[in-house]
């Protein structure tokens, strides 16, 4: 009959195994005492999908620094727990975070050095089939991970233990606009529930101790440029002028990605993207990208090139002749950010000029503008 229960599972999942009737407990919380695989960056991708009961996985944790002990430990306090029970099982609880990779492991591990003690052992892993652990580790052409682990320049507002916050480069949406990013590398705000919910606590901490009104917004989908989940923390007042979804220029700049693009994109019972937000999100993705940015005479000439493009498209009537329009447009508000115009602006007052002006056609023909008119 088994005398020695030894459950291994996940705290994530937030469902432990049901006491073992009668029997005396001990704990294990592996969750920061050894290194979770996934989190290694040189582990290779399969090794990281494959389980504690893998032999790769396996033995990289057995091997990890604190393993040994922890296994020498349990061992003498089983022993001691079961010299002590008066015939009553014994219950050994072994967590880590997912229950896919440390906890079936050492619990394998101890279930059989208690065997060969002559301990009757059933050893049960709760969660070790659930869905596959994704991998947080620093990437080093992410932005934010740069700014998290190689101290990129950044004006950091507020550090966690697993979250800090930033101001965006540009200034953001509105003033005080900020952002909230984990410090572990998580796509979007769907990879992982559990660390979607502490970027949102820690934003909702933050605007608390600041005060006022605020909203908290994040997103993924197909407008994305930096793929590591962040919330946007923004001051509302009742005179902003910026509703959702966003029509205000969003110069949040890098490391800001998608949730302010995404947020400037209209949506499709949304109302037109307005220039201003084009402006805004041409100069992010040059940035982003690392295209030109200070040379404003080379743009002049990219913008040449780009018009020749376009006329070239048209008069051979190639279908992408709309799209190289639109790239003559992206480059001309790209020189309207280097030179410091809100090109809005700009157009709106040049409309209504010319809605004012009048002209007459002259004897060959051509159009005139009257004298006196507005100029």
């Known amino acids: 009959m088994t005398d020695l229960f030894i459950d291994s599972f996940g705290a994530r ?163 005080g606009h900020l952002l909230v990013l984990p410090r572990g590398h998580v796509a979007d705000f769907t990879t992982d529930p559990v660390v979607s919910a502490t970027v949102q606590l820690r934003a909702a901490e933050l605007a608390a101790q600041i005060g006022g009104q605020w909203d908290y917004f994040t997103c993924c989908g197909p407008d994305a440029t930096v793929f590591h989940l962040h919330g946007h923390l923004i001051p509302r007042t009742a005179d902003d002028g910026l509703a959702l979804p966003w029509t205000r220029s969003c110069t949040s700049a890098p490391p800001d990605s998608r949730g302010a693009r995404a947020a400037a994109a209209p949506q499709p019972s949304s109302p037109a993207m307005t220039l201003r937000a084009v402006q805004s999100a041409a100069w992010q993705n040059k940035i982003i990208k690392g295209f030109n940015t200070t040379d404003v005479a080379l743009e002049f000439s990219l913008l040449t090139a780009e018009i020749g493009e376009a006329f070239t498209a048209w008069r051979k009537s190639l279908p992408d002749a709309g799209e190289e329009l639109a790239d003559v447009l992206l480059f001309l508000t790209a020189l309207a950010e280097m030179t410091g115009t809100d090109l809005q602006t700009q157009v709106e007052k040049k409309l209504a000029k010319n809605a004012e002006r009048t002209y007459q056609r002259g004897p060959n023909g051509v159009l005139i503008k009257t004298e006196g008119a507005a100029t």
């Open 13 to 175: 999942w937030q469902d432990p195994p049901p006491p073992r009737y009668r029997a005396a407990v001990l704990g294990i919380n592996l969750t920061d005492q050894l290194l979770n695989p996934p989190d290694d960056p040189a582990l290779a991708d399969i090794v990281a999908q494959q389980t504690g009961q893998d032999t790769d996985v396996r033995d990289y944790v057995l091997t990890t620094p604190g393993a040994a002990r922890i296994i020498d430990d349990a061992v003498h306090e089983l022993t001691a727990l079961r010299d002590a029970a008066n015939g009553r099982p014994v219950q050994l609880l072994v967590n880590c975070w997912y229950g896919r990779h440390r906890a079936p492991a050492i619990a394998d591990a101890i279930g059989h050095r208690m065997r060969e003690a002559g301990a009757r052992v059933q050893i049960t892993h709760h969660h070790i089939n659930r869905p596959p652990i994704p991998r947080k580790h620093p990437r080093p052409d992410c932005p934010f991970c740069q700014i998290i682990h190689e101290g990129a320049p950044a004006t950091i507002v507020h550090e966690w233990a697993d979250a800090l916050a930033i101001v965006p480069r540009s200034g953001g949406c509105t003033d």
